[in-house]
Nanobody, 114 residues
């Protein structure tokens, strides 16, 4: 049972990235999936959520209108499309499910810098 994040990297301000989260070892479709971010020196915080039927929420005002969460139940994948990236978006991004959080994975690092 695991979640593996990928797609991070170094990007200039204004750029875009698409993060991916691959789920395995459990029945994916019934779970709400979430993306979290841990900025340098700060606690992990909830960024976005998508329900089993596709209802979505973006929790951080600074990300609304720029970030989009989606999922593909056939592929057991969750995505976070990040556009118009800003330096303050920098951090390690993690995915997880609710209910029954899994142990946190390695995450994928996003660095927004010129």
């Amino acid at each position: 049972v695991q979640l593996v994040e990928s797609g991070g990297g170094l990007v200039q301000p204004g750029g875009s990235l698409r993060l991916s989260c691959a789920a395995s070892g459990f029945t994916f479709s019934p779970y709400t999936m979430r993306w979290y971010r841990q900025a340098p020196g700060k606690a992990r915080e909830l960024v976005a959520s998508i329900s089993s039927v596709g209802g979505t929420s973006i929790y951080l005002d600074s990300m609304k209108g720029r970030f989009t969460i989606s999922r593909d139940n056939a592929k057991n994948m969750t995505y976070l499309q990040m556009n118009s990236l800003k330096p303050e978006d920098t951090g390690v991004y993690y995915c997880n499910r609710i209910p029954s959080l899994l142990p946190w994975g390695q995450g994928t690092r996003v660095t927004v810098s010129s």
